[in-house]
């Protein structure tokens, strides 16, 4: 039986527009546009881009003990977020592996005054998972949970000229919105519209969270408000080379129940000195060090890495690769892999088994672009 | 899409040149759209090897995928194009001319007979 691919309600839109479209968790996406991923992914990094990822799911954590169940169920301490804020974390089984990793969002309920409710964002692959594994932990507590992905409309809008652009056609300040904090105000006719300073690519930028309904709106009003900027719309393909350049995980390949936040060095997202699913695994493997770490390399000899291939050290294989491809801002081959820590250190040489062929590649520092919000 | 009169085709979307004994041959314009933007050329034959129709003469690889590039007729390899791995795009910004991959000295002209020519090819694209 196959699977009938979801659509997203700018499908036509793609097709109409030369978007070459291609399955993706459950969904049929597009992978690029006419101008071609590496043309998206300079205009991201130079202009802006726009991002259809509907995809992604969206919770709602509402109820007396909200802050208590996400902090239960997330690895990043929610007690310290300010109103607004919006953190990095993982969701993770008992023995660490991970879930899923998401953005939470602390924000003031519009439905009732004075209170406040968790915005969880979450990945498109994951979303029936993560739903199912956040309600069956939710009956402990006094929560409601509700998945309005199918109604929340979500776009990322990225790069250097994303603020001032958006600015433009939004009733909120949105270039005072410090990085990792959210602005909620209007576009168009009192469309509601939150976006928070977030996003997937090392670039300044947002995301956009809608009622689906206006999606085909809002995405040609801000590609109109872009047009003389040269902005475009960004394919899977160039957004994977834009999050892959900072190093930014991807569910699947730099995480997924077999590999826990330590050994993907995420430990940023990880708050050890709270109780959440998952945290003495976690802290087991902290204490005493990964078996196998996430390293970057970069190709010595010319060659395309890519996922899966295997990587060797002195003829045996010591891991495979989570990622690898051109890197269009560097122009280099970079990859990055699982190797054993004793392995790990910057400048060592490894091979990368490619069409079996060792190839010769050296460790080097992550990530291999900084991300502009962190210089 | 362009598909030049005078080079004949292979169902895998390569195509030769012929001048002479000698064949000059590169991936069409169809297959280069399909790939999209091309990072990586690497010719896997060298200068006086001797290769069969069929054989792999070069890898190319897009953002996206990687394919092998087939010798549409056997024969002696007599030019590699050097400069194709240091600037793989010109595979998308000129199939036919400056992204010509190797060139054979056909030691069997009648596999040529195999091939398409430009309509039979436009044609099996059309059925795509």
């Known amino acids: ?375 | 899409m362009n598909i030049p009169a005078d080079c004949k085709y292979t169902k895998n979307d390569e195509w030769i040149k012929v001048e002479g004994n000698a064949g000059k041959v590169g991936i069409t314009d169809y297959a280069q759209e399909q790939l999209s933007d091309i990072v990586f050329v690497e010719i896997v034959v060298a200068a006086g090897d001797t290769v069969k129709q069929g054989d792999a003469c070069a890898t190319v690889e897009s953002v996206k995928a990687a394919a092998d590039v087939y010798m549409p007729v056997s024969g002696k390899i007599v030019a590699i194009n050097d400069s194709l791995p240091e600037a793989p795009d010109t595979v998308n910004k000129d199939p036919y001319g400056a992204a010509w991959m190797v060139t054979v000295e056909m030691s069997n002209p009648a596999e040529l007979d195999s091939l398409l020519d430009a309509a039979s090819y436009q044609a099996k694209l059309d059925q795509k």
């Open chain 1, 1 to 375: 039986m196959t699977e009938q691919l979801k659509r997203t309600h700018l499908y036509q839109w793609h097709v109409d527009h030369g978007g070459r479209m291609v399955p993706f968790a459950g969904w049929e996406m597009p992978v690029q546009y006419p101008t071609g991923p590496i043309q998206e992914h300079h205009t991201t990094r130079r202009v802006a881009g726009l991002f259809d990822i509907d995809h992604m799911g969206q919770v709602e954590v509402r109820g007396l003990q909200a802050e208590t169940f996400v902090n239960h169920i997330v690895t990043y301490d929610v007690r310290q977020m300010a109103l607004y804020e919006a953190h990095y974390a993982l969701f993770c089984y008992p023995d660490g592996g991970t879930i899923d990793d998401l953005f939470v969002y602390k924000l003031p309920d519009p439905a009732e005054k004075g209170k406040v409710y968790y915005f969880l964002v979450i990945n498109a692959s994951n979303r029936e998972k993560d739903v199912a594994w956040i309600q069956a932990h939710a009956t402990e507590f006094d929560v409601t949970v509700r998945d309005i992905s199918d109604e929340t409309y979500m776009l990322a809008f990225q790069g250097p000229k994303a603020p001032e652009l958006l600015d433009r056609i939004t009733s909120a300040d949105v270039q005072q919105a410090p990085r990792f904090t959210a602005v909620q105000g209007t576009i168009l006719e009192n469309i509601p519209i939150l976006m928070g300073r977030t996003g997937y690519t090392g670039e300044d930028g947002y995301e956009l969270f809608f009622p689906a309904d206006e999606a085909l709106k809002v995405w040609n009003k801000i590609l109109k408000e872009g047009e003389s900027e040269g902005v475009l719309p960004i394919g899977l393909a160039a957004r994977d080379s834009l999050r892959f350049e900072p190093c930014m995980p991807l569910y699947g390949h730099e995480l997924s129940a077999d590999i826990n936040a330590v050994e993907a060095r995420l430990t940023f997202a990880v708050s050890f000195e709270k109780e959440f699913i998952g945290r003495d695994a976690l802290l087991k493997t902290k204490l005493e060090g990964p078996r196998r770490v996430l390293v970057g390399f970069e190709m010595v000899d010319k060659s395309v890495p890519r996922a899966e291939y295997p990587v060797m050290h002195e003829g045996e294989q010591i891991g495979v690769v989570s990622t690898g491809m051109f890197s269009p801002t560097t122009s280099k081959y970079l990859g990055m892999a699982f190797i054993p820590r004793e392995l790990a250190a910057i400048g060592n040489e490894i091979d990368i088994l490619i069409r079996n062929k060792p190839v010769k590649a050296r460790i080097v520092k992550r990530p291999f672009y900084t991300p502009v919000y962190r210089r």
